[in-house]
């Protein structure tokens, strides 16, 4: 695909959180403008924005949580408008956090997920015999990777997430506030508004999410699929230049600038000492207070159709789908790993020659074999040891 761009003035939205990074170094690092692109990067109140700005042409294309242009293909939110993705833009970031008058009542030796998951499942045992209102857990929107990842550890505790407590939805600025206020007892939300919650006394961080899946997709660059077919190659023009920008801000030299520029944006309205401690422990994805944040390494960038699956079944495992939906037909329908290969062929960028790969299968680093060599890729394992195998994958493997 050849020739300008159809479309040079974009209006892009993002959600206060350091994983919006990428957009900003985007458009302050000249990434845009080197593909001839002049972008307005706009800051969304809520997820729920996001969807409906995509949706009316407000916005030409947004940070989304990873399920979210699946769920809006489904048509289950409400909206019914097919999204498609050709680029993740980051992996892990998220944590759950409780307050901190729960935090005392749990009693943990250590802030790790099996033995916080335990603690909890006492408390609500105890809660119950003492008819104790349910306590309240808050996640960014019902199709987000924190909805499904809560539950998973919650269900992975024994806890039942529909019985033995309350969730709601909460966009992720007002966490804090929400928390500070008592009207919720835990939050699963990312970077930096954990670590925000500690700094203003109010809650603390019980698990990572790296720790329920190492190295799990977070977030994508999401466009309707009407604007991808009119726009091809402004869209595979912003693709590119995000793809620059993932690549920038993944080096470890690059992570107290990339601090800086989000800072200086003024998009997140946090101690600025959160910010750079999300952004400036780069590989920490096995200690706590690292939120793990990934950007470009381990193919991060890659919209991995077997991941696009997963989330499909767990809308499925949670009532929100039924049986009848073929994961794998609407997973490769959304997400779209052939235009994220023409962009990275074009940057000399080495990606997967398959759409699909086993997921939760590999603890530690593995590798994948690539025209140009060996593709270190980082552990995916699950925290119960699960394995998912992507069955029926629609995959067209192709080259970079």
């Known amino acids: 695909m050849s020739g300008k761009p159809e479309k040079t003035r974009l209006q892009l939205g993002i959600i206060p959180l350091v994983d919006a990074a990428p957009l900003i170094v985007a458009r302050d690092k000249g990434y845009f403008a080197a593909h001839g692109l002049d972008v307005d990067v706009r800051v969304e109140a809520s997820w729920a924005s996001i969807r409906d700005k995509l949706v009316a042409g407000v916005l030409d294309g947004a940070q989304m949580l990873a399920p979210m242009p699946l769920a809006a293909t489904l048509g289950i939110d409400g909206i019914g408008v097919p999204m498609v993705t050709a680029l993740a833009l980051s992996l892990n970031g998220n944590s759950i956090a409780v307050s901190e008058s729960l935090y005392r009542e749990l009693h943990l030796e250590r802030r790790e997920p099996v033995g916080a998951g335990r603690a909890l499942k006492a ?20 199709y987000s990777t924190h909805h499904y990842l809560l539950r998973y550890w919650l269900a992975a505790s024994g806890i039942d997430p529909d019985r033995d407590l309350r969730l709601e939805v909460i966009p992720p600025p007002l966490m804090v506030q929400h928390m500070g206020d008592g009207r919720i007892d835990g939050f699963c939300v990312g970077a930096p508004w954990g670590a925000a919650a500690e700094a203003a006394g109010v809650g603390y961080r019980i698990v990572n999410t790296y720790q329920i899946w190492n190295n799990g997709p977070e977030k994508v660059f999401g466009v309707t699929r009407a604007w991808a077919q009119k726009h091809p190659r402004t869209h595979r023009a912003v693709v590119s230049a995000l793809l620059d920008a993932c690549r920038w801000l993944d080096a470890p030299e690059h992570r107290a600038e990339g601090a ?15 910010i750079r401690t999300a952004l400036e422990v780069p590989w920490a994805g096995d200690s706590f207070f690292g939120t793990g944040l990934v950007f470009h390494r381990h193919a991060a960038n890659f919209p991995w159709v077997s991941q696009a699956m997963w989330f499909i079944e767990q809308m499925r495992r949670w009532g929100q789908i039924g049986d009848g939906i073929d994961a794998a037909e609407v997973a490769a329908q959304v997400y779209q790993p052939q235009l994220y290969r023409e962009a990275a062929a074009a940057l000399d960028v080495p990606c997967p020659l398959a759409d699909c790969k086993t997921e939760g299968g590999h603890a530690g680093v593995w590798g994948l074999h690539t025209p140009e060599g060996l593709l270190t890729m980082g552990a995916d394992a699950f925290l119960d040891g699960a394995v998912y195998s992507a069955d029926g994958c629609r995959s067209e493997a192709g080259a970079c």
């Open 123 to 142: 408390l609500l045992a105890r809660d119950r015999a003492v008819g104790r209102r349910p306590r309240v857990f808050a996640h960014v929107f019902p």
């Open 260 to 274: 800086q520029l989000l800072i200086d944006s003024g998009t997140v309205n946090a101690p600025p000492a959160t």
